[in-house]
């Protein structure tokens, strides 16, 4: 992807240069290009989710972002939307415990 938006790279260093900037990595090069989304789609898709509260749906929702989206920085996706999804885990598990004595 890179050397198409930049075909006089001549090594691993051009590749990284951005206005005279060196990014750390070719990920960060891509996202100042504006190549790679940010996650705000993604991060809107999980809050919507979890107004609503569904079921299993939220953890369905997890699991469809992370598979077919892809997150872009997956280590702060997770620390923005795990306090909700441990919650409804455990909603969900007291009330299978509830189920047993009814």
């Known amino acids: 992807m890179l050397l198409h938006h930049k075909p006089d790279a001549t090594n691993f260093t051009d590749l990284q240069t951005i206005d ?8 960060e090069f891509c996202h ?19 107004a609503i509260r569904f079921g299993p749906q939220l953890g369905l ?5 992370l598979i077919y989206c ?13 306090l909700e999804l441990c ?7 007291q009330n299978s415990d509830l189920n047993h004595y009814i």
Request: negative net charge; proline residues 2%.
């Open 20 to 27: 005279g900037i060196n990014c750390d990595s070719f990920q």
């Open 32 to 50: 100042k290009l504006g190549l790679l989304d940010d996650d705000t789609e993604k991060n809107a898709g999980m809050m919507e989710a979890t």
């Open 61 to 65: 929702a997890l699991a469809t972002i």
């Open 87 to 93: 919650k409804d885990f455990i909603m969900r598990d």
């Open 70 to 82: 892809r997150p872009a920085d997956l280590l702060a996706f997770w620390e923005r939307h795990k």
